[in-house]
């Protein structure tokens, strides 16, 4: 008896381990998502959202200098400052919206990351407190000597920025951007040769030095 019984329970426990053999979860075959998936944004990189926060301070410091440029200046200083307003307010507009189609929703403040760094920093913020205290000739002189030399200097940044960026739109933004950028310095260089050049016909009509 003992010997059958064993036999019956044994012939009930054959069904049951079959039963839970086939209630193991396929292998999950989904592919994993990646950013090639259609419609999705690539996240960008540290080193892409390091760009756009310097291009947003450049694009902020011209603003600020040019409103004090349009108090401060003489007439052919203030034609020229409102193109620097309006470009770069232009500027800072596309690359916001570009930040937020891009996920970011905030384009960080720009950090000083070395001591050449910090001390250009500390300079530029001399200079601008100086600058705020002069008005009709001597501010002239004094901002277009500023400008000539942050627009050369922030030229060449453009063009490592632009061989650096990892994202093709970002490429596609500083590309152009650049002209822009060459279009003040143009114009800067020019005013310092002929100061008083925009009085008579406006700042886009100056003779270009190329």
Do not use: C, W
């Not at 064993?6 to 049951?16: E, F, H, K, Q």
């Not at 075959?29 to 540290?46: F, N, Q, R």
């Not at 650096?164 to 310095?185: E, F, I, N, Y």
């Amino acid at each position: 008896m003992k010997i059958r019984a064993l036999a019956i329970v044994a012939a009930l426990a054959l069904p049951t381990l079959a039963l839970a053999q086939d209630k193991t979860p396929p292998a999950d075959k989904t592919p994993p998502a990646t950013d090639k998936t259609p419609g999705k944004v690539a996240k960008l990189s540290d080193g892409d959202v390091k760009i756009m926060a310097h291009l947003h301070h450049v694009n902020q410091m011209e603003i600020d200098l040019g409103k004090v440029a349009q108090k401060n200046g003489t007439a052919a200083i203030k034609s020229y400052a409102d193109t620097l307003v309006n470009d770069h307010q232009s500027g800072d507009k596309d690359l916001t919206a570009f930040a937020k189609a891009h996920g970011v929703a905030m384009i960080p403040n720009e950090k000083p990351e070395s001591d050449a760094d910090r001390q250009d920093a500390k300079e530029m913020t001399a200079q601008t407190a100086h600058l705020k205290m002069l008005k009709g000739p001597e501010f002239d002189k004094e901002f277009l000597n500023m400008m000539v030399a942050g627009h050369d200097k922030e030229l060449a940044k453009i063009d490592v920025a632009i061989g650096g960026a990892g994202d093709s739109d970002l490429q596609t933004l500083l590309k152009t951007t650049k002209p822009v950028l060459q279009r003040h310095s143009d114009q800067a260089h020019d005013l310092q040769k002929n100061p008083q050049a925009s009085a008579d016909k406006p700042i886009d009509k100056l003779p270009s030095q190329h």
